[in-house]
Structures are given as structure tokens and as C-alpha cells.
């Protein structure tokens, strides 16, 4: 009788096989084992220590609101198969220009980016890149991607949910599945742009903000959000390449703003 060792590259041949599927918001074909819901309970679990780590959410109920608002404006353009995720937004209290997403639907940005903006827009452009994370199930994609690599399928598969939600959560909270691959990055800020463009935002302001970060990324040390990201410029280029292709119907189109006024009275005062 062959050993279970002689069999795992065969079960992880069927397994990546079984694991694969279309998601439908980006039409690409994925590697996942785990159901969403598990994916989403390790988020859950690994929230609060992640909340911690940078440095609590603010205070100011004003400013948590805002961006929740701006957020749910941009959840309601998801495709219809993430319509039963509850989306949550955080602010966190933290000087690192960073923002990111954790599955089920939770989605932080630090006071240190929130304070680089100018305008709604271009904080439009930032929750929609990490909605996109969420809908284009990247943490999905590297949760199973790190436990076959790690674990195995096999033994995957012997875990109980309990414990599978807690070995992944443990990767989340330490920001080991949180670090994507420069497709995941530049699909994500795809969706941003779908997104942001659905709710009404002009999606220039995505350029907006890759110009931020391409200017912040020439200080001695990069902000941790272009940490794993493609550079700046290439960002810059994909995106300016949109504006003049499938979103150019949007330019000098006033049904597309940039919200520069509601910004400084909703966001601004509460960020000093």
C-alpha cells in the first residue's frame, strides 16, 4: 500500500482542481478550499487585535460616521452575490498611511492616510480598492494558498472549522495573509475604480491618490501600504490608462464628483 506521503502530491492535484473557481465579480478563476464563511469568521476573530495594534479606533463619532457613510455608499455597488456581506468601517487611530481589508467585510484606513486626502473622492477610491480585496476574495485566495503550503491538504482537511478559523485568524492578525501579490493589487484597485464610478465618485481621484503615495513613497521608508503594492507609477499608468479608455465618458460629466467641499466640512475638522 502506497504511503500517505506518496499520495499528497495526487491529493493536492485534486484538491486544486475541486478548490478552483470563478469569481463573479472579476470574472478570474481562483484557487480557494475554505467556504467564504470560514474565511469571513477569521476575519471576525482577528479584528479586535488588529484594531489594537494600531493604536485603537478614534474617538471622534463624527469622523467614524463620515467614512462609515462614504463606505456603505460604495458596498451598495457590490455584485449581487456579496449583497449579504455586512460591511463594517474603521478608523484607526495610527500616524501609517496604510488601509486594508479583512474577509466578511471589514475595512480600515489609518487618521495617517485619511489625513493625505483632500477630497471625498479620493477617500472613495481608497475604501473601494479594499472592498475590491474583499469581493475579488484575495484573503481567500492566500488563506488557501498558505495552508496547503503549509499545512497540506490533507491535513487541512483534518482540522476541525474551530480550528481552521483559529490558525488562520492568527495569520491575519499578523498581517501574513494581508500582504498580496501585484495582481490582487492592481485587480483591486480595478474594482476600486468600478466602484467608486457606480456610486457617483469621479475616478480620477483614484490618480489622486496614487500621486499621494508616489510622493509619500520617496521619504527614507515607503508607507506600509505600498509595502507589497506594484510602484506607484505603475499604478499610476494602469490608472490613467482607464481614464482614457472605459471611464473617459466620466470626465467633465458632473454626475461624477470629487466632493472636495464635504470632505473639508466632514472629515477635516475631526482629523486635527
Not at 96 to 101: E, L, T, W
Not at 106 to 132: C, K, M, P, W, Y
Not at 199 to 204: K, N, R, V
Not at 211 to 218: F, R, S
Amino acid at each position: 500500500m502506497r504511503s500517505l506521503r506518496s499520495l499528497l502530491p495526487l491529493v493536492m492535484a485534486i484538491a486544486a482542481i475541486a478548490g478552483c473557481s470563478t469569481n463573479p465579480s472579476t470574472g478570474r478563476s481562483q484557487y480557494i478550499i475554505l467556504p467564504a464563511d470560514q474565511v469571513a469568521a477569521m476575519g471576525a476573530q482577528a479584528t479586535p487585535e488588529v484594531i489594537a495594534e494600531f493604536g485603537g479606533e478614534v474617538r471622534s463619532p463624527e469622523l467614524r460616521a463620515y467614512v462609515a457613510g462614504v463606505g456603505q455608499r460604495l458596498a451598495k455597488e457590490v455584485e449581487p452575490e456579496f449583497y449579504r456581506i455586512q460591511w463594517e468601517f474603521y478608523v484607526l487611530n495610527s500616524p501609517v498611511i496604510n488601509a486594508f481589508a479583512l474577509p466578511g467585510g471589514r475595512v480600515f484606513i489609518t487618521v495617517g492616510l485619511l489625513s493625505e486626502f483632500d477630497n471625498e473622492a479620493q477617500l472613495a477610491g481608497v475604501l473601494g480598492h479594499e472592498i475590491g480585496h474583499v469581493t475579488g476574495r484575495h484573503v481567500d485566495e492566500r488563506v488557501s494558498q498558505t495552508m496547503t503550503a503549509q499545512l497540506g491538504v490533507a491535513a487541512v482537511g483534518a482540522y476541525t472549522e474551530s480550528a481552521l478559523v483559529n490558525e488562520g485568524a492568527g495569520f491575519l492578525a499578523q498581517g501574513v495573509l494581508l500582504k498580496f501579490n501585484r495582481n490582487q493589487e492592481n485587480e483591486s484597485d480595478t474594482q476600486g475604480l468600478k466602484y467608486m464610478t457606480a456610486a457617483g465618485y469621479d475616478p480620477a481621484a483614484m490618480y489622486d491618490v496614487m500621486e499621494i503615495l508616489a510622493q509619500a513613497a520617496k521619504g527614507e521608508r515607503p508607507p506600509e501600504i505600498l509595502s507589497t503594492h506594484p510602484y506607484p507609477e505603475t499604478r499610476l499608468r494602469n490608472i490613467r490608462a482607464a481614464l482614457k479608455g472605459p471611464y473617459a465618458y466620466t470626465q467633465g460629466d458632473s454626475n461624477y464628483q470629487k466632493y472636495r467641499n464635504r470632505f473639508q466640512r466632514d472629515a477635516v475638522p475631526y482629523l486635527r
